[in-house]
């Protein structure tokens, strides 16, 4: 007689490594399967019906792991988590492993779906360094103190962003170009449980903002009515902030002298590629790659770093400023700047040596999408093989907001 069919599920998970505790995940739930401590974002396999509503709205793609296993991981095993477990070997019988086939083909069907247009889960650059992530979390925060805060915009325009230094003296506090870190709000919100700690990107070169220093940079953009860009925006040197993380295991910084490297970006989405320009410029200034900035922001005025950025020199980085709001002038966007380099773009996009990355707003991805369809059209590429090859291969990132 055949021995009873083992039971077996296929459990949704998030890879903490990769996850930016962004709390996407958790908002878009229509269950509430998706829940938090101080260390990790979590499924609750008893409730998550694998419906399949995080994958897309995730930045990262941390949500799309899975296990198949015969007892579920707990909530408590999974917030103790710093990495994902392997997938463990799952004795089964023929029953069994036809409930396993089963389910592979309704969830690989579900997250078909759910991809559509994303082009692949996105990965790190095969060069980029390896990435510490959540060395600090809600319970265990690291205290750096503040030791610059200056403003970046003109004096006279609406818009106040503020270029933040953070110091972290002893404790150790390694980032690489590309990641973010968290901030704690001191305090409780309106139902009395704390703050999420929000998320900035990281604008210094991983070996601080001033060259081996055990510090670090933030780009803040003041927001009527925002919690944490007030409270930043308004520290004075000398304060003492609680930070998480660091976080993002695929938003990195290529570490080859021969990658091109692509940079789109609408206001304080070019924090991370001030890291990236700065390592650049300590790290490889002979570098073979292109470096191209396609910056976006309604005036020069309100564009964050707009005098440092005029003394880089053309040969480290390629400068194209993109101003939607300048009286009597036409409203320019990033993807007018890329059609208006369409030869250039398409020679690069061609070069499996090139890297896009795209940080600000969201939305603004679908006119960027658009451009480079349009100049991969000219040159006889095709834009939708090519988008997601490079993003399964390390090279083709978003993060908006």
């Given at each position: 007689?055949?021995?009873?069919?083992?039971?077996?599920?296929?459990?949704?998970?998030?890879d903490?490594?990769?996850?930016?505790?962004?709390?996407?995940?958790?908002?878009?739930c229509?269950v509430?399967?998706?829940?938090?401590d101080?260390?990790?974002?979590?499924?609750?396999?008893?409730?998550?019906n694998?419906?399949?509503?995080?994958?897309?709205?995730?930045?990262?793609?941390?949500?799309?792991?899975?296990?198949?296993?015969?007892?579920?991981?707990?909530?408590?095993?999974?917030?103790?988590?710093?990495?994902?477990?392997?997938?463990?070997?799952?004795?089964?019988?023929?029953g069994?492993?036809?409930?396993?086939?089963?389910?592979?083909?309704?969830?690989?069907?579900?997250?078909?779906?759910?991809?559509?247009?994303?082009?692949?889960?996105?990965?790190?650059?095969?060069?980029?360094?390896?990435?510490?992530?959540?060395?600090?979390?809600?319970?265990?925060?690291?205290?750096?103190?503040?030791t610059?805060?200056?403003?970046l915009?003109?004096?006279?325009?609406?818009?106040?962003?503020?270029?933040?230094i953070?110091?972290?003296?002893?404790?150790?506090?390694?980032?690489?170009?590309?990641?973010?870190?968290?901030?704690?709000?001191?305090?409780?919100?309106?139902?009395?449980?704390?703050?999420?700690?929000?998320?900035?990107?990281?604008?210094?070169?991983r070996?601080?903002?001033?060259?081996?220093?055990?510090?670090?940079?933030?780009?803040?953009?003041?927001v009527?009515?925002?919690?944490?860009?007030?409270?930043?925006?308004?520290?004075?040197?000398?304060?003492?902030?609680?930070?998480?993380?660091?976080?993002?295991?695929?938003?990195?910084?290529?570490?080859?002298?021969?990658?091109?490297?692509?940079m789109?970006?609408?206001?304080t989405?070019?924090?991370?590629?001030?890291g990236?320009?700065?390592?650049?410029?300590?790290?490889?200034?002979?570098?073979?790659?292109?470096?191209?900035?396609?910056?976006?922001?309604?005036?020069?005025?309100?564009?964050p770093?707009?005098?440092?950025?005029?003394?880089v020199?053309?040969?480290?980085?390629?400068?194209?400023?993109?101003?939607?709001?300048?009286?009597?002038?036409?409203?320019?966007?990033v993807?007018?700047?890329?059609?208006?380099?369409?030869?250039?773009?398409?020679?690069?996009?061609?070069?499996?040596?090139?890297?896009?990355?795209?940080?600000?707003?969201?939305?603004?991805?679908?006119?960027?999408?658009?451009?480079?369809?349009?100049?991969?059209?000219?040159?006889?590429?095709?834009?939708?093989?090519?988008?997601?090859?490079?993003?399964?291969?390390?090279r083709?990132?978003?993060?908006?907001?």
């Amino acid at each position: 007689m055949d021995a009873p069919v083992q039971e077996v599920i296929k459990q949704h998970l998030i890879d903490p490594e990769i996850c930016i505790r962004c709390n996407t995940c958790e908002e878009t739930c229509p269950v509430d399967a998706v829940t938090h401590d101080g260390n990790n974002y979590v499924v609750d396999a008893g409730i998550c019906n694998h419906c399949m509503d995080c994958i897309s709205p995730c930045p990262t793609g941390s949500i799309d792991n899975w296990r198949v296993v015969t007892r579920p991981y707990s909530l408590q095993e999974q917030f103790s988590w710093s990495e994902l477990p392997t997938q463990e070997d799952v004795a089964v019988n023929a029953g069994g492993a036809a409930a396993i086939d089963a389910l592979e083909d309704d969830v690989s069907r579900l997250l078909e779906e759910a991809r559509k247009g994303l082009g692949g889960k996105p990965v790190a650059p095969h060069s980029a360094g390896k990435p510490t992530v959540n060395l600090y979390n809600r319970g265990k925060p690291a205290t750096a103190t503040v030791t610059g805060n200056f403003r970046l915009t003109d004096a006279a325009s609406d818009s106040d962003i503020r270029h933040i230094i953070l110091d972290f003296g002893n404790q150790p506090f390694p980032v690489l170009e590309g990641q973010s870190i968290g901030i704690v709000v001191p305090g409780v919100d309106a139902g009395g449980n704390a703050h999420h700690p929000r998320l900035y990107s990281v604008a210094s070169s991983r070996d601080g903002e001033k060259r081996n220093a055990n510090n670090l940079a933030l780009t803040v953009k003041r927001v009527d009515g925002g919690l944490c860009s007030n409270y930043l925006c308004d520290l004075p040197r000398g304060a003492k902030i609680q930070v998480t993380g660091p976080f993002g295991a695929t938003f990195l910084m290529p570490d080859d002298p021969a990658a091109n490297i692509i940079m789109i970006c609408t206001g304080t989405g070019s924090a991370p590629f001030r890291g990236f320009t700065e390592r650049r410029r300590r790290a490889m200034p002979d570098a073979a790659g292109r470096l191209l900035l396609f910056f976006g922001a309604r005036r020069p005025e309100e564009l964050p770093y707009f005098g440092p950025l005029q003394k880089v020199p053309e040969k480290l980085l390629g400068k194209f400023f993109c101003y939607s709001r300048v009286p009597n002038e036409p409203r320019v966007y990033v993807q007018d700047r890329i059609r208006s380099e369409a030869g250039e773009i398409a020679k690069l996009l061609a070069d499996s040596n090139t890297h896009v990355y795209i940080c600000g707003l969201r939305g603004m991805e679908s006119g960027v999408d658009e451009a480079f369809a349009d100049a991969c059209r000219a040159a006889s590429l095709d834009w939708s093989a090519l988008k997601p090859a490079m993003r399964e291969s390390g090279r083709y990132h978003v993060e908006t907001y």
